[in-house]
């Protein structure tokens, strides 16, 4: 049994996962609508009852052992704590399953026979969840790779740290090679087969550099971490230039009705939009929970009332708008094309889409210029600055900053068209779209 440290995505949310005192927000945490939407196109999440139901049949008919054991260990009463996903064949039927279990007041159903390595995780504010009761029986090498996928994101989407899984020892390597696992039981103690094969216990870091799972389950790799995103949070709101003033008052005037920000950091585009009456409601979502902390600050002090702030990934919103904005975030999203897909389905049929990034003609030593004129003094100048070159840095490096043509490729190929498009903005270094559908 070895010792573990976890990066946790945020070690100050001590014992967030233990917040839910009663099931029902614990339930509504789940989200699992908006959750089904992370997933694979393969892959599915059971939602209603009958989809529980065909899952337990094809359990019952293809787990070996006497059926209380079976139904013992299918039906742990654990479901409703979990994210239970299932691929189907050509025909309808099941041919495969897997659960994410959320560690809760409840825990997990194994507490018992896991390590004191699980205990001091969860004591450490560490955020945990379970993979289990996973079966596959066609298309196998497929079903395996979607399930894997399906559990990474649901597990990102929760802001997960360690997925916890019980496997049979002979697999530890092959996990070994492939992600990135580190062992808290050689042996477990118990079995679950006939075969009494020994098992171990892995702890899965979900925020780690795995590049070979990146490539496996086919997904870009994480452009920017969360947490430098959380760290970016209290110099986004801090401060602010004229470069970004002029988009954010430009936009403000052209937005109206129910509106989403996909990526709104601190949410500092509020103050300008308050002026303006035609708009009902402003929905600001952004994966890091630093970002929304902050922009719920300012919302407080704008006593901006239409505002709703969410941490989420925009492709886990659901609802219609009228109008989309996004400024500066479109080239850290890790699956762009997805989230542009999925960002044309909320936009309601005459709505608009403000898009916003920069381009490859982004200057970052022109723009620290005009940081330095104006900023030079501030509290956050260095903090700022220095932040913003490295993100620049690695987007120059991995070439994030595309040229307006390729935008343009790409919205279209999302189904949107291109009413406007400019490079008015940040000195010429960012690609402004007005998108329609
Ligand atoms: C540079 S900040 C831009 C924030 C803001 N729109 C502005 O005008 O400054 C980029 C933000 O995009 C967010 N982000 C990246 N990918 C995201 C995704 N898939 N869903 C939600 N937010 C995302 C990051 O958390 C980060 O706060």
């Known amino acids: 049994m070895s010792a573990i440290s976890i990066n946790t995505s945020n070690k ?10 009663n099931e029902e927000s614990f339930y509504s945490s789940l989200n699992r609508k908006n959750a089904s939407k992370v997933l694979p196109k393969t892959m599915k999440l059971a939602k209603k009852k009958q989809e529980l139901f065909k899952i337990k049949q094809f359990k019952e008919s293809h787990c070996k052992g006497d059926r209380p054991s079976v139904n013992a260990f299918h039906y742990d009463g654990f479901d409703d704590f979990s994210y239970v996903i299932y691929g189907e064949n050509n025909l309808g039927q099941v041919i495969s399953t897997s659960r994410l279990l959320l560690d809760s007041v409840k825990g997990f159903p194994d507490d018992s026979n896991f390590p004191k390595a699980v205990s001091d995780m969860r004591n450490q504010g560490v955020k945990m969840a379970e ?64 075969e009494q094969a020994e098992l171990s216990l892995v702890a899965w870091e979900i925020n780690a550099e795995q590049p070979k799972f990146y490539k496996w389950v086919k997904l870009e790799v994480e452009k920017y971490s969360t947490q430098l995103w959380d760290k970016y949070s209290t110099s986004h709101l801090g401060v602010m230039v004229s470069v970004q003033r ?39 979502v952004d994966a890091s929970d630093n970002m929304i902390k902050h922009a719920r600050w300012l919302k407080e002090q704008l006593s901006f009332d239409q505002a709703t702030l969410d941490v989420s990934l925009v492709e886990g919103i659901s609802g219609k708008f009228d109008c989309i904005v996004s400024v500066h975030s479109y080239y850290s999203w890790c699956e762009p094309q997805q989230v542009l897909a999925h960002l044309y389905k909320l936009l309601r049929p005459d709505g608009a889409f ?31 600055i220095s932040i913003n070159q490295s993100i620049a840095e690695q987007a120059i490096a991995q070439k994030l900053y595309i040229p307006m043509d390729e935008l343009i490729v790409r919205v279209h190929q999302a189904g949107f068209r291109v009413k406007t498009a400019h490079n008015n903005f940040f000195l010429g270094g960012a690609s402004y779209l007005e998108l329609v559908r």
């Open 246 to 284: 002029d988009v954010y008052k430009d936009l403000s005037e052209r937005l109206y009705g129910k509106v989403l920000d996909a990526g709104c950091g601190s949410g500092r585009i509020m103050a300008y939009l308050q002026d303006n009456q035609q708009i009902s409601s402003y929905l600001g």
């Open 12 to 21: 100050t949310k001590l014992k967030k996962n233990r917040k839910f005192v």
């Open 131 to 194: 993979l289990g009761r996973l079966l596959v029986v066609e298309d196998k090498v497929k079903q395996f790779r979607s399930h894997y996928k399906s559990i990474f994101l649901l597990a990102k989407m929760q802001k997960i740290d360690v997925v916890l899984i019980v496997m049979k020892r002979k697999h530890v390597s092959s996990h070994k090679k492939m992600m990135s696992v580190k062992v808290l039981a050689n042996e477990m103690g118990c079995s679950w087969d006939e």
């Open 354 to 384: 403000f898009l916003v990034t920069p381009n490859d003609d982004f200057d970052p030593e022109l723009l620290t210029k005009v940081v330095r004129q104006e900023l030079l003094g501030h509290p956050y100048y260095d903090e700022f």
